[in-house]
């Protein structure tokens, strides 16, 4: 058995703890400062009561956190000898600067919905974390540079997403939102479920994703590409 601490246990977080659990390990989390929805979605967990505690009796530690939030959260830990598994969607040169924070590191990224994800890991031993989702819902992956490859798959699904409410916006405030939609049913007939695929997610995450595009602007940006298409799709999503 190994201890995973969980830092902060949301619907992904705690899928995953779920999926550690019914491998056989024990999840720590910190219910210090948390909200009641957070203390209901981690009830399965041992409460360590403070990310402190946490860290001293984990093994290995799990950043599934809000993109803004995972330099500081990583920063404000003290040190320990554990594993640190940052899975957030940030840049590779935040996940750098995580990295830098801790004395043990594997990058993440987590692609798919909480049911079954799939979490990308990179690093010396980001082997050694995959094998602690073996035989669960969590499909662990080892890949080369997971926060990039985590951008660009995001860059794309959210970044276009972004786009169809765009277009859809601005459609609607001159006029031609019906025929619009008219003519995507004729020519272009997925495009009405992507976009009520994008209006239900943007509701509930896209504060989330702000945070998320504009890393991915940064990493573009840092490849001497254009970092517009992704800072545009960040202020579409603090739109909704």
């Known amino acids: 058995m190994t201890v995973v601490g969980l830092l902060h246990p949301g619907e992904m977080g705690a899928a995953l703890g779920t999926a550690l659990r019914s491998a056989g390990h024990e999840v720590l989390w ?7 929805a957070t203390r209901a979605r981690a009830a399965a967990f041992t409460d360590a009561e403070t990310a402190a505690t946490v860290v001293a009796r984990s093994d290995v530690v799990l950043s599934v956190v809000p993109p803004h ?7 404000s830990l003290p040190p320990f000898a554990g594993l640190y598994v940052d899975a957030n969607a940030v840049s590779p040169e935040t996940a750098r ?4 924070a801790v004395t043990r590191f594997v990058d993440g990224g987590i692609i798919g919905a909480p049911a079954a994800p ?10 050694q974390v995959a094998a602690l989702f073996a035989g669960t ?28 409410l765009a277009v859809r916006d601005f459609a609607r405030a001159e006029g031609v939102e019906p025929a619009l939609l008219a003519e995507w049913a004729h020519s272009q007939p997925e495009l009405e479920r992507r976009l009520a ?7 509930t995450k896209g504060w989330r994703w702000v945070g998320e595009m504009e890393e991915i602007a940064s990493a ?21």
């Open 30 to 36: 910190a219910s210090a400062g948390r909200s009641g």
């Open 197 to 203: 695929s994008a209006e239900r997610s943007a509701a």
């Open 97 to 100: 600067r995580v990295g830098s």
């Open 137 to 164: 819902t969590v499909e662990a992956l080892v890949v080369s540079n997971a926060s990039a490859l985590k951008c660009a798959y995001a860059g794309w699904t959210k970044g276009s997403a972004a786009l169809l």
């Open 220 to 240: 573009l940006a840092a490849d001497g590409l254009p970092p517009g298409f992704h800072a545009a799709a960040a202020a579409i999503f603090e739109r909704t």
């Open 69 to 75: 939030g995972a330099l500081a959260l990583a920063e």
């Open 118 to 127: 799939r979490l990308c890991l990179s690093g010396d031993e980001a082997a």
